[in-house]
């Protein structure tokens, strides 16, 4: 299941967890990492549907790149309630730069397994990804 590209692969978790996120509303985000020895991304860090989007900033190292995927409620200019899916990829200025390349030549294939994912983001630095962008992204 390797991608010649990188040749990570991406434990059955990743996915699992993901759909309980998206069908079940089970977790409020998912940090995911790659595992550099074994060659595959994991689950990192899930966190409570209670959780608010300060907590999800705060799970993501200062200096490490990440995926994550995060489940943003808002209220719509007509007052609907919705929620968008984000696939947040972290890669810090400060990350190494080989992790930087592994997770840049890893993402669009980690993406393509998680079926749902409604809006992208890159960030290499909080302000890429603060609520104000978020909010502007989801509707």
């Known amino acids: 299941m390797a991608n010649a590209a990188s040749g990570m692969a991406v434990h059955d978790d990743c996915k699992l967890k993901?759909?309980?996120?998206?069908a079940k509303r089970t977790y409020r985000f998912i940090v995911y990492?790659?595992?550099?020895?074994?060659?595959?991304?994991?689950?990192?860090?899930?966190?409570?549907?209670?959780?608010?989007?300060?907590?999800?900033?705060?799970?993501?190292?200062?200096?490490?790149?990440?995926?994550?995927v995060y489940d943003f409620d808002f209220v719509t200019a007509e007052n609907v309630q919705k929620s968008r899916i984000f696939f947040i990829a972290w890669c810090p200025d400060t990350s190494r730069v080989r992790s930087k390349m592994i997770?840049?030549?890893?993402?669009?294939?980690?993406?393509?397994?998680?079926?749902?994912?409604?809006?992208e983001l890159q960030a290499t630095d909080p302000t890429e990804?603060?609520?104000d962008v978020i909010r502007s992204r989801a509707s």
């Open 18 to 22: 993901f759909l309980e996120l998206k």
């Open 33 to 68: 990492k790659i595992e550099e020895k074994q060659k595959q991304v994991i689950v990192e860090k899930l966190g409570e549907p209670a959780q608010s989007y300060e907590d999800f900033t705060a799970s993501l190292p200062a200096d490490e790149c990440r995926f994550a």
């Open 103 to 119: 997770y840049a030549s890893s993402k669009d294939r980690f993406k393509r397994e998680l079926d749902g994912i409604q809006v």
């Open 129 to 131: 990804m603060g609520l």
